[in-house]
């Protein structure tokens, strides 16, 4: 996969994602998805949406704290960013991404400039930086996460299988 | 092997030693959803079975707490959303004004040893009753509705070892932003939080649910106390008494790191905007001079009995400053009742300060309290983020009851213990 970086600062919240005075429009995800990541820098969502360039969200350290709305990654998925990264996730929205098969990486994300272009390899792990000629590897995707993500998502592999049914190589420590 | 808490509670759930760092399943005996967060969750159930479904309906609770009394059509019809499935599953459903989940939890539901999911972030205050409780997102909590069992990571264990006593004005919400300031807001990212020590006798309850409410502030998992005496009278009070058991770490088990915390050496803390983990003493802030706009005492970190009775201590016989509105919300029917009963809420009105019904009231800024542009509040809640009260051009400062008492008297930011 392929997109343009779109650079955002430490603690972006699941509030500055998905404002919680646009509450209601959760129910109406065509309207909300024009105000996401709207507190954190207004100018994404018009961007995204435009439709002529991929973007990938390029957080920094903590992104995604706060809230559990759900709604937050669904925005960010829903305006066609086919991968997050950042330096470190906060839990719920971590697992929220993977449940709706938005997958999200882990690196320094310090030497990606706003604009870069980048290139990701999810199997290796590595995304390469097509402006500075560079490659970075992130950290590994747990298992578990591999194995949801692979499915499209939890609801997918639930169907799939029946159950949660996680082999012994998903579940070691 | 010796276990921390969360070992133990899963360990005893999954029938088997379980070991930080490996995935379980566990059956889950709780699921929690509330207004905004429900209606997605039904949305996957239905993708999931085809149709509304509960695996153990008198185990799935709907709460209505975070826009109730609703404001606007498209939010009443999230609410109606949620009476529905009840109507359809045998869910329970704690409609407007009956109180915040995570309260309603400790008083109507969970007991120690329990293992509880809730697609609300603060779901890990109900560890201060000694349940696995975590927040997860909408589909996480479709899957553990639906098929009454989910998976986790077996987490790390930081152990709190609390000593000494608070001095006189300065209560758990102090303690637990000092936390906050020592580990930083990532510093329990995957984390069990668990407490200790010969100081935790002297928390209350509602002391306790503070500080597992704000876990979350620190990335955890899971904020964990032990259940002892103090939630065995919790539970009887609840008449609850045969849900008691006792539940402790073992001596001997592995932490990540074990911190001590002197009680008596802390002040009355603040957090400053726009983050929890800005903490500051009060007396520092004071020193600012920071006009504010509106007190907000409420929520499931101070929204309980012992917050409003320190908001009480400092209300009592004085006027809320005459540029300043005071917001007071008990976090749910019971801790309301109970005001009344002990005249707190005399004291409140008589000071001009506004009362308002069980529910979440302007923390999530939805539904009212939402702050102008440029405003400042002081609220005893556990977020401070911009755009929490509704609007990302004003300041929220985090503080104790007491310590956002004082505040609402002067108009000013104030340390409290002038007051006492
Ligand atoms: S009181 Fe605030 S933090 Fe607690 S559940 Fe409600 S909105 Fe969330």
Same mark, same amino acid.
């Given at each position: ?24 429009? *959760? ?33 920094? *350290? ?6 559990? &709305? ?56 590595? $995304?390469?930086?097509?402006? *500075? ?28 299988? #029946? ?11 | ?5 969360? =070992? ?6 999954? #029938? ?24 997605? @969750?039904?949305?996957?159930? &239905? ?17 209505? /707490? ?5 404001? *606007? ?18 869910? $329970? ?92 807001? =990532? ?40 259940? /002892? ?29 074990? $911190? ?20 500051? @003493?009060?007396? =520092? ?12 005492? #409420? @929520? ?121």
């Amino acid at each position: 996969m392929r997109g343009t970086a779109w650079k955002f600062g430490d603690n972006i919240s699941t509030d500055l994602i998905a404002p919680g005075r646009y509450y209601h429009l *959760r129910s109406n995800m065509p309207e909300f998805v024009k105000h996401v990541l709207e507190d954190a820098d207004e100018k994404f969502a018009p961007a995204a949406l435009a439709g002529d360039k991929t973007y990938i969200v390029v957080g920094s *350290r903590n992104f995604g704290q706060g809230s559990s &709305r759900e709604v937050a990654a669904r925005l960010i998925k829903a305006v066609n960013v086919p991968v997050v990264l950042a330096k470190s996730f906060a839990r719920i929205f971590y697992r929220n991404c993977f449940n709706i098969g938005l997958p999200a990486l882990i690196l320094d994300t310090e030497p990606i400039q706003h604009g870069d272009e980048l290139g990701i390899d999810m199997e290796k792990g590595e $995304i390469r930086n097509l402006t *500075r000629k560079e490659t970075y590897q992130s950290g590994a995707i747990p298992p578990v996460m591999q194995t949801i993500l692979k499915e499209g998502g939890i609801v997918e592999y639930v169907k799939k299988h #029946g159950d949660l049914v996680f082999d012994n190589k998903i579940s070691r420590a | 092997m010796p276990m921390t808490l969360a =070992e133990k509670i899963l360990s005893q759930k999954v #029938g088997r030693e379980v070991k930080p760092g490996e995935i379980v399943i566990s059956p889950v005996d709780w699921t929690v959803v509330q207004d905004g967060t429900g209606p997605l @969750t039904f949305d996957m159930i &239905r993708a999931l079975k085809g149709k509304d479904f509960a695996h153990n309906p008198s185990h799935a609770i709907l709460t209505i /707490d975070h826009t109730g009394p609703s404001p *606007r059509a498209d939010l009443s019809n999230f609410q109606v959303a949620l009476r529905k499935f009840s109507e359809t599953t045998g869910a $329970i459903v704690e409609d407007v004004g009956q109180g915040i989940s995570h309260l309603l939890l400790a008083e109507r539901y969970v007991g120690p040893g329990d293992v509880v999911v809730g697609a609300d972030s603060h779901t890990s205050t109900a560890g201060g009753i000694a349940a696995f409780a975590t927040g997860m997102g909408s589909t996480d909590a479709a899957i553990a509705m639906s098929l009454g069992k989910m998976w986790f990571r077996v987490p790390e264990t930081i152990r709190f070892e609390l000593k000494g006593k608070l001095p006189d004005g300065v209560y758990s919400k102090d303690l637990v932003l000092h936390i906050l300031d020592t580990i930083g807001e =990532e510093g329990g990212l995957y984390r069990s939080m668990e407490y200790g020590g010969e100081a935790l006798a002297d928390l209350s309850m509602d002391a306790r649910f503070t500080m597992t409410s704000m876990a979350q502030e620190a990335g955890a998992k899971l904020g964990l106390m032990p259940s /002892d005496e103090a939630t065995k009278q919790h539970l009887e009070h609840h008449g609850r008494g045969d849900r008691w058991i006792a539940l402790d770490a073992d001596p001997g088990a592995s932490y990540e790191k074990t $911190i001590e915390i002197q009680l008596d050496k802390l002040e009355p803390l603040m957090a400053v905007p726009h983050q929890p983990g800005n903490v500051k @003493t009060a007396r =520092e802030v004071e020193k600012e001079g920071v006009a504010v706009h509106q007190v907000f005492i #409420g @929520t499931c970190t101070n929204g309980r009995l012992d917050d409003l009775r320190a908001t009480a201590r400092v209300l009592k016989g004085r006027q809320v400053h005459k540029k300043t509105r005071c917001l007071i919300i008990p976090g749910s029917q019971h801790v309301y009742r109970e005001a009344l009963r002990e005249g707190l809420i005399e004291i409140f009105v008589d000071a001009g300060a506004v009362v308002g019904s069980p529910g979440c009231g302007p923390c999530p800024g939805i539904h009212m309290g939402v702050l102008g542009d440029g405003e400042v509040c002081v609220a005893a809640q556990n977020r401070n983020f911009k755009g929490r009260l509704g609007n990302p051009k004003a300041f929220v400062y985090l503080a104790s009851p007491i310590t956002a008492a004082a505040t609402a008297v002067e108009g000013k930011i104030a340390d409290p213990r002038r007051f006492l």
